[in-house]
């Protein structure tokens, strides 16, 4: 009974994104040309500035139109979202002309986190948040930057978004906990670039993968970069520290843009890792597709975390020994305040005794980082874990071996 109820709010959207679909019209367009004219006229800006989505917009509509299977509600969310973050790029263009101070902002070296995704990073990243001379990019801010519109009229809007996300998905939050505050991934900050690994996690669009890894990681940092240079504005610059496992992916990309950074590598067991990763895609794509092939997902995503693999064992050579460090998931979940003052230490600093009270205090009050998923196998999704176990021998060799001061 009570799955029929969680289920009426996702079939009555359905019903009515279906009819909107049917009545046509510009509307439910997925077309480059109109949903740029369309965000431009709404950011009242005659271009994007020196940002050009046009080839991410066309790659990923083209690969959406050919491989995500969007239902009714999905194609009305994709055209939604896509409009807003075309619109806050055009937003963005004007509001940078008429201020170019903002790009003249400093940021101080930045400790970005990356890694093995689902290694607790997550909860790295919110204890990381808890010193006050961090600054994290929040949730609300990225998905309605500050371009106008006043403070509390975008946290309301993100409010309501999130209550309509947990309409559709009841048990979204179990996974992936969100709220408007909530230390946001790096991929929201490139998306209004239209050039982010967000979209290849909440669609089927392995063609604008490809486009992605050819193409767009350049951009996707350069945008970046102003995107925390608008964020930060009006304030004094603190050290931003960053979150997401897609910088594995374009490490190269990200160090061109910030040479100076301090990389946290995250890592755990990859078979503890997969199943995991693909539940939380499933549950993404599930919200914006009206069919999913939990198995086909599977191997995507089995097949490019062991290329993340092969970049994590490779990324050393990128980065000197001062800049880096890295932490296993044991270390983060079971001795999470010595785990930060190894971090601090490595980058030559000390946590101080109120930064240190502050995510004491966090960690008592998210013992468990607030994550409620099922204990999930590689089996549970068709795979088998005798081949993963040899695919990723030598990550899992690896991460397992001694090491000083890693």
């Not at 939380?280 to 092939?293: A, G, P, Y």
Request: aromatic share 8%.
């Amino acid at each position: 009974m009570f799955d029929a109820l969680a289920r009426l709010p996702r079939e009555l959207a359905e019903r009515l994104a279906r009819a909107r679909l049917h009545a046509g019209g510009d509307a439910v367009d997925l077309q480059p040309d109109k949903l740029i004219a369309a965000a431009l006229a709404r950011a009242g800006s005659r271009d994007f500035g020196d940002f050009d989505p046009r080839p991410g917009l066309e790659a990923l509509l083209d690969s959406l139109q050919r491989e995500a299977r969007l239902s009714p509600v999905g194609h009305l969310l994709t055209r939604w979202d896509l409009l807003r973050l075309l619109g806050n790029l055009a937003s963005m263009a004007r509001l940078l002309r008429q201020r170019p101070q903002i790009r003249a902002g400093s940021l101080p070296a930045p400790w970005i986190i990356t890694g093995m995704p689902r290694s607790g990073s997550t909860f790295l990243h919110r204890l990381l948040a808890q010193e006050p001379n961090h600054r994290v990019a929040r949730h609300f801010e990225t998905i309605h930057p500050p371009l106008g519109a006043p403070r509390v009229w975008r946290r309301a809007r993100v409010r309501l978004e999130l209550a309509g996300l947990h309409l559709l998905r009841p048990h979204f939050n179990d996974a992936h906990p969100l709220g408007i505050d909530t230390p946001q991934e790096c991929t929201e900050l490139t998306s209004p670039a239209i050039a982010s690994l967000r979209f290849d996690t909440t669609y089927t669009a392995i063609a604008y993968r490809q486009w992605f890894d050819a193409n767009g990681a350049a951009q996707a940092y350069r945008f970046h970069r102003s995107a925390l240079q608008l964020l930060q504005y009006g304030e004094a610059p603190r050290r931003w520290v960053l979150k997401s496992p897609d910088h594995v992916f374009a490490l190269p990309a990200l160090l061109t843009e910030y040479p100076d950074a301090r990389l946290i590598f995250t890592h755990r067991d990859a078979l503890e890792v997969l199943p995991s990763v693909i539940n939380l895609t499933i549950l993404l794509r599930s919200i914006f597709s009206s069919e999913i092939d939990a198995r086909a997902v599977a191997v995507e995503v089995a097949a490019r975390w062991a290329q993340g693999a092969e970049h994590l064992l490779a990324a050393d050579r990128l980065i000197p020994p001062e800049r880096r460090i890295h932490v296993h998931y044991r270390d983060i979940a079971r001795q999470p305040l010595q785990t930060v003052e190894r971090i601090y230490h490595r980058f030559g600093l000390t946590l101080s005794a109120p930064a240190r009270a502050r995510m004491q205090a966090f960690v008592s009050r998210h013992p468990d980082g607030d994550y409620r998923t099922p204990r999930l196998r590689v089996e549970d999704f068709q795979l088998n874990s005798g081949g993963e176990q040899r695919r990723f021998a030598a990550y899992r060799a690896w991460i397992e071996a001694p090491y000083p001061e890693r």
